[in-house]
Nanobody, 125 residues
Framework: EVQLQASGGGVVQPGGSLRLSCVASGFRFDDFPMSWFRQAPGKKREGVAG????????YYAGFVRGRLTVSRDNAKKTLYLQMNGLNPEDTAVYYCARKDVGSIDELIEEMHDSWGQGTQVTVSS
C-alpha cells in the first residue's frame, strides 16, 4: 500500500522558517517524481514545487520567489520542503504527492496519484 506521511508543520512568526518532511512507503520511492501542494483556507489547492525522481531537477511555482527549497533523500525515502521567509500568505495545509504522469513543472492535481494527509502551517505574529 502506497503511503505518504507528511509532518513538520506548526505555528511560526512572519519571517520564520520550517522544514516539512514526507516519508514514503509501499513503493519504490526513487522511481517517482514528487511534488508539494498547499491549500489555504477558502482557496483551491495549488502546486508549490516539484522534484525529479533522482533529485537532479526542481521546479517552483512563481510565488515561491526563492524562499522555498524542495529536496529528497532517496535512501531515507523522504521528501523535504525547506521554507524560509514565511509570511501570513503562506498559511495553508501542505501536502506531498507522488507524480505519476507528466513533467515536474506540471503541478496539476490530476497528474498525481497518491497524497499525504497534509500538515498545517500557520504564519502569524
Amino acid at each position: 500500500e502506497v503511503q505518504l506521511q507528511a509532518s513538520g508543520g506548526g505555528v511560526v512568526q512572519p519571517g520564520g522558517s520550517l522544514r516539512l518532511s514526507c516519508v514514503a512507503s509501499g513503493f519504490r520511492f526513487d522511481d517517482f517524481p514528487m511534488s508539494w501542494f498547499r491549500q489555504a483556507p477558502g482557496k483551491k489547492r495549488e502546486g508549490v514545487a516539484g522534484i525529479t525522481s533522482k533529485g537532479g531537477s526542481t521546479y517552483y511555482a512563481g510565488f515561491v520567489r526563492g524562499r522555498l527549497t524542495v529536496s529528497r533523500d532517496n535512501a531515507k525515502k523522504t521528501l523535504y520542503l525547506q521554507m524560509n521567509g514565511l509570511n501570513p500568505e503562506d498559511t495553508a495545509v501542505y501536502y506531498c504527492a507522488r507524480k505519476d504522469v507528466g513533467s515536474i513543472d506540471e503541478l496539476i492535481e490530476e497528474m498525481h496519484d497518491s497524497w499525504g494527509q497534509g500538515t498545517q502551517v500557520t504564519v502569524s505574529s
